[in-house]
T-cell receptor
Framework: DTEVTQTPKHLVMGMTNKKSLKCEQH?????MYWYKQKAKKPPELMFV???????INESVPSRFSPECPNSSLLNLHLHALQPEDSALYLC?????????FGPGTRLLVL | EDQVTQSPEALRLQEGESSSLNCSYTVSGLRGLFWYRQDPGKGPEFLFTLYSAGEEKEKERLKATLTKKESFLHITAPKPEDSATYLC????????????FGTGTRLTIIP
């Protein structure tokens, strides 16, 4: 089983809202990732957690705040987003050398 | 800097018409090359991982091959359900977690 789940599937938020995206995997993978994907573009890496510690932050604005409560869960806390942050947010986890992606959360910032 | 170039950008085929997608790469030591399929609005679905030149992998109508400079995704007798964007990505060989993606090939199979 190579399933990564993400909730919610869709999210609409105003620029003053605070919301969170959730990602879960039960494959025992110890590396988890957040990506942002705009239409007709490849995924862009945002954050990497390795063994529940943040190992890579790709200079992401502080209005995005990741959290890894345990080895199966990854959250992305959102606050004071801008309309240009509207995108598909993807979570992935890595087994062996391969990253497995979740279905994504479609985020619209109004 | 690692680079991945995919061609063509878009490809329209008749059902049953076989073809190949290309992924050219430059990387400072290849740890792995990955092929994904992505449907609109969904997450990338893993297809293949290739590690070394000469390696080949197959799954249903798809076959991926790897040389030292490029990878091909061969599609044999495609069906309309094979329509998707196909993404290629590489990972460099020095403990780097980061994948470098190409911009994808948008494949449309016409019934």
């Amino acid at each position: 089983d190579t399933e990564v789940t993400q909730t919610p599937k869709h999210l609409v938020m105003g620029m003053t809202n605070k919301k969170s995206l959730k990602c879960e995997q039960h494959m025992g993978h110890r590396a988890m990732y957040w990506y942002k994907q705009k239409a007709k573009k490849p995924p862009e890496l945002m954050f990497v957690y390795s063994y529940e510690k943040l190992s890579i932050n790709e200079s992401v604005p502080s209005r995005f705040s990741p959290e890894c409560p345990n080895s199966s869960l990854l959250n992305l806390h959102l606050h004071a987003l801008q309309p240009e942050d509207s995108a598909l947010y993807l979570c992935a986890s890595r087994g062996d050398q391969t990253q497995y992606f979740g279905p994504g959360t479609r985020l619209l910032v109004l | 800097e690692d680079q991945v170039t995919q061609s063509p950008e878009a490809l329209r085929l008749q059902e049953g018409e076989s073809s190949s997608l290309n992924c050219s790469y430059t990387v400072s030591g290849l740890r792995g090359l990955f092929w994904y399929r992505q449907d609109p609005g969904k997450g990338p679905e893993f297809l293949f991982t290739l590690y070394s030149a000469g390696e080949e992998k197959e799954k249903e109508r798809l076959k991926a091959t790897l040389t030292k400079k490029e990878s091909f995704l061969h599609i044999t007798a495609p069906k309309p359900e094979d329509s998707a964007t196909y993404l290629c990505a590489v990972q460099a060989n020095f403990g780097n977690e980061k994948l470098t993606f190409g911009t994808g090939t948008r494949l449309t199979i016409i019934p």
